[in-house]
């Protein structure tokens, strides 16, 4: 019987294709993180002056020896930001409320509805997205000054002149109409098989499955309300109605040299902002993605 040789199986490196430094990537996170920390440094040194005492704060110190907590307590009582507080939590909210009911709705129409002209008035109106704020001032002043004589209640100095003119956000509607045309037409046939029409199927079927868009509208709406200080100032001639970013600014003045008190008030005045956005976030980034806005 013959001897079988057998035949030695060489193995075969596995050959490794050494890609090169991928630059393109490196440069944007480089990018990236240079923003991130321009971004956040000011934020951080505000908390940082906030708790100082004021000979640390009007040092070179860049950390507090014993945070001073009791400076925010200071400044809510001297700045008296609870009534500013009220103020600017009853006018946005009521800016949000009008602001989402009118977006849902108009935005329901441009996406799923057709109409005579809806190509030509969706490109109009998205326009307005290039104005600046400052120009729509003076035409809304004057409407909210003529309202306020033919209707029964009061315009300025009042609730509706901060809210109203804001409940029609055109990039809300943008948002939101671009979420709308992502519903399956299939979702539309079942419902007017089951007799349904706009109405029903706006309030059972789009408003549930829209419902991160919607809050990111009502995000934006906050933020905006509550942000704005020369349209209150403007409307506005006593402290009932003004919200706080007057009396962030009253306060900014009143403290002169007290720069660790002024960081503590300009902190108290965006906590909401930054606790709303810790809860959306999510929401915000979903919305974003689905809605076609990715950058």
């Not at 998205?126 to 003529?146: D, G």
């Given at each position: 019987m013959a001897n079988q040789v057998a035949t030695p199986v060489t193995n075969q490196p596995i050959q490794t294709a050494r890609s090169g430094f991928n630059w393109a990537r490196f440069l944007t996170y480089a990018v990236l993180i240079t923003g991130a920390i321009i971004s956040i440094i000011p934020f951080l040194a505000t908390i940082s002056i906030s708790l100082m005492n004021l000979t640390e704060a009007t040092s070179q110190t860049f950390l507090p020896s014993t945070p001073q907590w009791s400076n925010y307590l200071e400044a809510w009582e001297e700045a008296d930001f609870s009534e500013f507080f009220f103020n600017s939590l009853q006018i946005a909210l009521i800016t949000v409320a009008g602001e989402v009911v009118f977006g849902v709705l108009a935005a329901y129409a441009f996406a799923r509805m057709e109409f005579p002209g809806k190509n030509l008035l969706f490109g109009l109106f998205?326009?307005?997205?290039?104005?600046?704020?400052?120009?729509?001032?003076?035409?809304?002043?004057?409407?909210?000054?003529?309202l306020g004589k033919v209707t029964p209640f009061q315009w300025i100095d009042n609730w509706p002149a901060l809210t109203i003119p804001f409940m029609a956000s055109a990039f809300g509607i943008f948002l939101l109409r671009q979420f709308f045309q992502q519903i399956p037409d299939e979702l539309w046939d079942s419902a007017q098989i089951d007799g349904a029409g706009h109405l029903r199927y706006l309030m059972q079927i789009v408003v549930p499955l829209s419902k991160a868009p919607i809050l990111i509208l009502g995000l934006f709406g906050f933020l905006g309300s509550w942000d704005s200080l020369a349209w209150p100032i403007l409307v506005t001639r006593s402290l009932e109605w003004r919200p706080i970013s007057f009396g962030l600014q009253a306060f900014l003045q009143e403290a002169g040299s007290f720069v660790n008190l002024q960081m503590a008030g300009a902190i108290i005045t965006i906590l909401p902002i930054l606790v709303i956005y810790f809860f959306t976030q999510r929401q915000f980034i979903e919305a974003m993605t689905r809605s076609g806005l990715k950058g």
């Open positions: 998205l326009s307005t997205l290039t104005l600046p704020a400052a120009i729509v001032w003076v035409p809304n002043f004057l409407t909210v000054s003529w």
